[in-house]
């Protein structure tokens, strides 16, 4: 049985001007901001309230098709493309900001809030929501949470897991749960919370949130690292953890990426050294002034050739968006840009951008390189062009042996963007067989007929590995 069968009885559910099976819908909504991947859906949706979720998820069980909960589409691994067609859940009228809790510092939202939204709204009654992903003037919470994404300000204040308290989720057989609560101590039962941050819509849909907010830090100030010698740049991120002090953000951008960011932006960044760290600190004043005073002396002691700090918020503004635009700058170069997001233990940084560049001669490819250094996190960026098949295979290569290099490191395939399509082939690498099983058994046991965004997370085949041992 399939979609047609059930038209009019998801149309009852949602109404008509809430169901679309058009030609230009299904197109829109074939494939996100992941490069080189497109699928038609049959249908896409958008309900109301969490009780048309349930009742479209319960309908779509019965008859065995599939459901792929759409954010904002801004995820870089394939996870809203609904690769084995059914329907697309979109969230535009589930979007509010449902209540601001000054008391038990919490925000209540549904998942179509954009992030920024969020953000800006308890900034103005002096509180904070840290994870900033760079997309957060486009991203909604339901991606954001559903991706477990980071931000800028990771180091200092980690990632989405770390601010969500509660959610109300639709099952994949439409049972509604509500986890979790406005609670600093809960211990009750597994924490099925966590479980849904980062499940990338295959476990069932979100459809509220509770976030946990903090004060918002005082003051904060930004400068800029330059140095002519990529290593000394890493060295400088673990000297800085080493003496104690964690940014609030720690960002690395080797000299290719300062080249087209500057093109882009046009805030005068340096493009003749090897790499710079954008480094901010927030907090009371007095504690940042000394940190950024001790950071300067670090940097330079660690071969900076010249330590810039931000003379007002403008500037100090202006340089955290044109590195929030990093890849939006590399985009314009090519007509595919593919980057990733491998990840290693922070001191592994050096290693792992040498590696990188290795990689990149070995391949004959022009590999830009930013990322958040303090978490070890960093976007490889290769700008291409997926018409230019030889060149594409070596980029396959060239990510696959990142990828490789990354486990090896003591690190990981993914530090935010998710698994999706993308990452699939890989995750036993991270994993191993016995860790994949868990994860098939949860699977199973919430949504024994695969609903739920099918064909995202686990592979069909997992990737051989490039070099066995190194
Ligand atoms: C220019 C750019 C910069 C970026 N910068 C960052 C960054 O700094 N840090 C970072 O972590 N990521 C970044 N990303 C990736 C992306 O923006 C994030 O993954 C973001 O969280 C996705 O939000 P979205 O609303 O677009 O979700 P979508 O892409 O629509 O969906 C993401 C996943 O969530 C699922 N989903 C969405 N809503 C729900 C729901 N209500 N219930 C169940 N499942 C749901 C989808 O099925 C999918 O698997 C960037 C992307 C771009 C294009």
Same mark, same amino acid.
């Given at each position: ?63 065995? *098709?599939? *459901? ?52 800006? =709204? ?56 509500? =986890? ?54 890493? %060295? ?8 104690? *002090? ?15 960011? #500057? ?92 590696? *990188? ?70 995750? #036993? ?40 041992? %190194?």
């Amino acid at each position: 049985m399939g979609l047609h069968d059930v038209k009019d009885k998801l149309i009852a559910i949602v109404g008509a001007e809430n169901y679309e099976d058009s030609k230009v819908s299904r197109l829109v909504y074939s494939y996100d901001a992941t490069p080189d991947m497109q699928a038609l859906p049959d249908a896409v949706l958008s309900p109301r309230n969490t009780k048309e979720v349930s009742e479209i998820v319960k309908l779509c069980n019965e008859h065995k *098709i599939p *459901i792929v909960p759409r954010g904002s589409g801004s995820n870089l691994c394939g996870g809203t493309c609904p690769i084995e067609g059914g329907v697309v859940l979109l969230f535009k009228h589930m979007n509010q900001i449902l209540e601001l809790d000054e008391e038990n510092l919490t925000v209540t939202v549904q998942p179509g809030a954009i992030t920024l939204d969020i953000i800006n =709204t308890v900034e103005a009654k002096g509180l904070f929501y840290p994870p900033d992903p760079s997309s957060m003037k486009i991203s909604t919470i339901g991606g954001n949470i559903n991706e477990n994404s980071g931000g800028l300000r990771g180091l200092k204040y980690g990632v989405t897991r770390d601010y969500v308290l509660a959610l109300e989720v639709v099952l994949p057989n439409g049972d509604i749960v509500r =986890t979790g609560g406005k609670l600093a101590k809960d211990v009750a039962g597994y924490d099925l919370t966590r479980l849904y941050v980062g499940s990338e819509g295959t476990l069932g849909v979100i459809t509220e949130a509770t976030l946990k907010l903090v004060p918002k830090p005082e003051t904060k100030k930004v400068m800029l690292a330059h140095y002519q010698d990529l290593e000394a740049a890493a %060295r400088t991120v673990s000297s800085i953890i080493a003496h104690k *002090i964690i940014p609030a953000t720690l960002e690395f951008l080797d000299q290719p990426t300062l080249k087209v960011v #500057e093109d882009f932006a046009q805030i005068g960044l340096p493009t003749d050294v090897q790499a710079v760290l954008l480094i901010e600190q927030d907090g009371p004043p007095e504690v940042v002034a000394r940190d950024m005073q001790k950071m300067a002396e670090l940097c330079k002691a660690e071969q900076a050739v010249f330590v810039q700090v931000a003379e007002t918020d403008a500037e100090a503004e202006a340089l955290m968006t044109a590195r929030r635009a990093a890849l939006s700058a590399c985009a314009r170069l090519k007509p595919t840009t593919i980057l990733e997001d491998a990840t290693v233990p922070r001191s592994e940084i050096a290693r792992m951008v040498r590696g *990188i560049n290795k990689i990149a001669e070995k391949y004959q490819l022009n590999i830009c390189t930013f990322g958040h250094a303090g978490d070890g996190n960093l976007h490889p960026t290769v700008p291409t062009d997926a018409r230019d098949h030889e060149e594409m295979e070596r980029v396959e290569e060239a990510f696959a042996e990142i990828f490789e290099l990354a486990i090896d490191l003591g690190g990981t395939i993914t530090g935010e963007h998710g698994v999706g399509v993308m990452k699939a082939p890989y995750l #036993e690498w991270k994993l191993g067989k016995e860790g994949i099983g868990v994860m098939k058994a949860i699977k199973q046991g919430l949504d024994p007929n695969n609903i739920m965004n099918p064909g995202k997370v686990f592979a069909k085949e997992t990737r051989k590995r490039v070099v066995v041992s %190194r």
